[in-house]
């Protein structure tokens, strides 16, 4: 979507940049979920058809153009976005009903693009999704964080470890 402001800007920095955005036609304003957001000009089709949203004049015909699955557009956007969390989540980013959001992202289950099951530590929370990628790399940058605090010792710790522990 959108790229990373420079670490220590400021609010105004911010504004300014994306005025500069929206300026050229990169970026819409837009009010998703009672909140006002900034999108992504591309995306202007999927947010009208799957939510709703009211946009602003001036976007483009090529941007206007149907897809065949907006909601799942948007629903798989938040997934890859996102660590593992609950439907509830999805729907209230998007302003969506709980049972709305769980057949999107069932949808997206089916499909192989979304991870469902108890994927967080603290257990009790019910059913979570992840999208697959990303959960690809957690388990990948867990492995290799669990793997650098297993570093070998040198011989001479490890004989002395030895004589203790077999005596």
């Not at 709980?98 to 019910?126: D, F, H, K, N, Q």
């Not at 492995?143 to 040198?154: G, I, M, Q, S, Y």
């Amino acid at each position: 979507m959108l790229a990373r402001c420079r670490e220590g800007a400021t609010g105004a920095d911010v504004l300014a940049w994306l005025s500069g955005l929206e300026s050229s036609r990169q970026v819409i304003a837009v009010r998703v979920a009672g909140e006002d957001r900034w999108s992504a000009v591309e995306d202007a089709s999927r947010l009208r058809d799957a939510l709703g949203v009211s946009l602003p004049p001036g976007v483009p015909q090529t941007f206007l153009e149907p897809v065949a699955d907006p909601l799942g557009d948007l629903v798989a956007r938040y997934a890859r976005t996102h660590v593992p969390f609950h439907a509830a989540e999805v729907a209230r980013a998007y302003g969506l009903g709980a049972a709305v959001a769980t057949s999107a992202l069932t949808r997206l289950v089916s499909s192989g693009r979304v991870v469902e099951g108890e994927l967080l530590p603290t257990g009790g929370g019910g059913t979570e999704f992840c999208d697959a990628e990303v959960l690809r790399m957690l388990r990948r940058r867990s492995l290799a964080a669990l793997r650098a605090e297993v570093e070998p010792v040198t011989p001479v710790e490890l004989a002395r470890f030895l004589q203790g522990w077999q005596g």
